[in-house]
């Protein structure tokens, strides 16, 4: 894991046991390529979901949603076309792409929102 943000770091961690929680399967995290990171990969009821995760302490500079460019999107595009097509063609076909925001006071995780398949793949 090459995050070297705490806040990063436990929104992460939070996000993983609230989507084991819900019967997702973790099968990758923080996966680098060179032009960006994907920081969850999982299946999910035969279906393989990336997953942006975006933590915050405070809606000062936004919600962690809005957080989410476009840019990081077509980013994120590129990673999971990597991913899926060229090194895992044997995972499954349908693909979605979701955001959890996490949200963090003193250290403490206190809320956490998943909005499901960000862009129509």
């Given at each position: 894991?090459?995050?070297?943000?705490?806040?990063?770091?436990?929104?992460?961690e939070?996000?993983?046991?609230?989507?084991?929680?819900?019967?997702?399967?973790?099968?990758?995290?923080?996966?680098?390529?060179?032009?960006?990171?994907?920081?969850?990969?999982?299946?999910?009821?035969?279906?393989?979901?990336?997953?942006?995760v975006?933590?915050?302490?405070?809606?000062?500079?936004?919600?962690?949603?809005?957080?989410?460019?476009?840019?990081?999107?077509?980013?994120?595009?590129?990673g999971?076309n990597?991913?899926?097509?060229?090194?895992?063609?044997?995972?499954?076909?349908?693909?979605?792409?979701?955001?959890i925001?996490?949200?963090?006071?003193?250290?403490?995780?206190?809320?956490?929102?998943q909005?499901?398949?960000?862009?129509?793949?």
């Amino acid at each position: 894991m090459r995050i070297s943000n705490p806040i990063g770091v436990l929104g992460e961690e939070a996000a993983c046991r609230y989507l084991m929680g819900l019967g997702y399967t973790i099968i990758e995290r923080n996966f680098r390529k060179g032009y960006g990171e994907i920081d969850i990969i999982a299946t999910h009821k035969d279906v393989l979901v990336f997953i942006e995760v975006k933590t915050r302490t405070s809606e000062k500079f936004g919600t962690p949603f809005e957080a989410v460019s476009q840019k990081k999107l077509q980013t994120l595009l590129k990673g999971v076309n990597f991913y899926k097509y060229v090194l895992h063609p044997e995972l499954p076909d349908t693909i979605r792409i979701d955001a959890i925001g996490v949200t963090v006071r003193n250290g403490v995780v206190i809320n956490i929102e998943q909005i499901e398949n960000i862009t129509q793949f």
